[in-house]
């Protein structure tokens, strides 16, 4: 999917600026996002050792790049640079020795998202008011320190987005926007290290945003 993303840069690289007009935009966001999410660890076959929800409220920049095609047809790309951490959450359990007693195992799990992409298409309703849909995928990199000694994997998470907005240009090829989106992500599962059989399930991953952009178009 990367390669992809590159030649299709690539490809809108090789636009001469110097043209009046080309039908590209370029420009940079700002966002505001909240995500949710459920997770169900389990040990071995069937046994559940815990379940948990939580929420993520998080603001980033990413960068853009589109092509218009005709009046109505806007495709694209946006790229958010940074990475995207969760807190780190920490759980604390008994755990019965060999020898009867018990001791306290301590569990810490971080989660940090990478290279988020989006790859959409917008249609004009009217002069100002857009609707758009796209895919959506950034990696997923697990950090964790785990009483078995084994550590989850990381993944990649793979999703659909739903938007609309509204679009103002201004002078000299300039234009701000303002947007929402709703994503919605896969199920995916993360399968733990270390010779032992406990594995972590995640669902109803799925948040809005709010976007602001400002940018030009060539």
Same mark, same amino acid.
């Given at each position: 999917m990367k390669k992809i993303t590159i030649a299709i840069l690539m490809f809108f690289g090789t636009f001469s600026f110097a043209s009046a007009e080309v039908g590209v935009n370029v420009g940079i966001s700002g966002q505001l996002g909240g995500f949710t999410a459920d997770a169900e660890e389990t040990m071995g076959t069937t046994d559940r050792n815990g379940q948990d929800d939580g929420i993520m409220v998080v603001g980033y920049g990413s960068i853009f790049? *589109?092509? %218009?095609?005709?009046d109505y047809i806007t495709v694209g790309i946006d790229y958010v640079p940074e990475d995207l951490d969760t807190e780190t959450v920490s759980t604390t359990k008994q755990k019965l020795e060999a020898?009867?007693?018990?001791?306290? !195992?301590?569990?810490? &799990?971080?989660?940090? +998202?990478?290279?988020? +992409?989006? /790859?959409?298409a917008?249609?004009? #309703?009217? *002069?100002?008011? /857009? &609707?758009?849909?796209?895919?959506?995928?950034? !990696?997923?990199?697990?950090?964790?320190? #785990?009483? %078995?000694?084994?550590?989850y994997g990381?993944?990649?998470?793979?999703?659909?987005?739903?938007g609309a907005g509204y679009n103002k240009d201004l002078t000299n090829g300039i234009f701000i926007r303002a947007e929402g989106n709703y @994503? !919605?992500? !896969?199920?995916?599962?993360?399968?733990?290290?270390?010779?032992?059989?406990? +594995?972590?399930?995640? %669902?109803? @991953?799925?948040?809005?945003?709010?976007?602001?952009? @400002?940018?030009?178009?060539f």
């Open positions: 790049v *589109e092509k %218009t095609l005709g020898n009867g007693t018990f001791t306290n !195992d301590t569990q810490n &799990v971080k989660v940090s +998202f990478q290279d988020m +992409f989006t /790859y959409y917008a249609l004009n #309703l009217t *002069e100002n008011f /857009y &609707v758009k849909a796209g895919m959506v995928e950034v !990696d997923l990199i697990t950090q964790e320190s #785990l009483d %078995t000694g084994g550590t990381d993944t990649s998470l793979d999703g659909t987005m739903l @994503i !919605d992500f !896969d199920d995916v599962t993360l399968n733990s290290s270390g010779g032992n059989t406990r +594995f972590i399930k995640a %669902t109803s @991953i799925a948040g809005l945003n709010g976007k602001l952009s @400002i940018g030009k178009s």
